[in-house]
């Protein structure tokens, strides 16, 4: 994983190249060969992009790749250092299923979801790859879940209700047990 900007100079940008693939075109005059790259760029705090490029160098292939992903770069929601709930991301034959994880777990993923969620900021998720697994498709399929996430708070207010009945889920069973006696309490208390 490399720490790079377009001007040359360190920055807080992650980089990761994913794949690099030589691609053929067959004309009337014979095969002409390229490399084509696919690029993951995030910041760490939840903006990510991926990009692709197509040149007849590497390295020119890369910097086109990283420069589309720059400019495609996605906020996404991140809690706690995972994803606020359960999501599955499509792209063609591929799914990707993304799962919130406790702290400790670490990111359990293949290569091409790892790299999205790392460089998207997520310390703790658990991952599994659904029907085809093309490293491309896996790349879209992930930034495709990651966009479908929703804040709890956008999650209370579409509901109506305060966020903080929305976060339950996330409070472990002893927080959970703390805030049950103690709503019991404040009942008690206004009633008699």
Not at 3 to 26: A, H, P, Q
Not at 78 to 90: D, R
């Amino acid at each position: 994983m490399a720490r790079y900007s377009l001007s040359n100079g360190v920055s807080d940008f992650i980089e990761t190249v994913v794949t690099i693939r030589r691609v053929t075109k067959v004309t009337k005059g014979g095969r002409k060969f390229k490399l084509s790259a696919w690029v993951v760029v995030g910041d760490g705090k939840g903006r990510v992009g991926i990009g692709h490029g197509k040149a007849v160098e590497t390295p020119e292939a890369i910097r086109k790749a990283t420069q589309k992903a720059y400019k495609d770069l996605k906020k996404v929601v991140i809690l706690k250092g995972t994803v606020p709930h359960e999501v599955i991301g499509k792209m063609g034959a591929t799914k990707v299923l993304i799962k919130p994880a406790a702290p400790g777990t670490g990111i359990i993923a293949c290569q091409p979801v790892r790299a999205v969620l790392e460089a998207a900021g997520y310390e703790n998720a658990l991952t599994k790859s659904l029907g085809a697994n093309n490293a491309v498709n896996l790349l879209k399929a992930t930034l495709n879940a990651l966009t479908q996430l929703k804040s709890p708070e956008e999650v209370a207010k579409a509901r109506g209700v305060p966020v903080n009945r929305v976060l339950r889920r996330y409070r472990s069973e002893r927080q959970m047990a703390e805030d049950h006696a103690g709503e019991v309490e404040h009942r008690q208390t206004q009633e008699g």
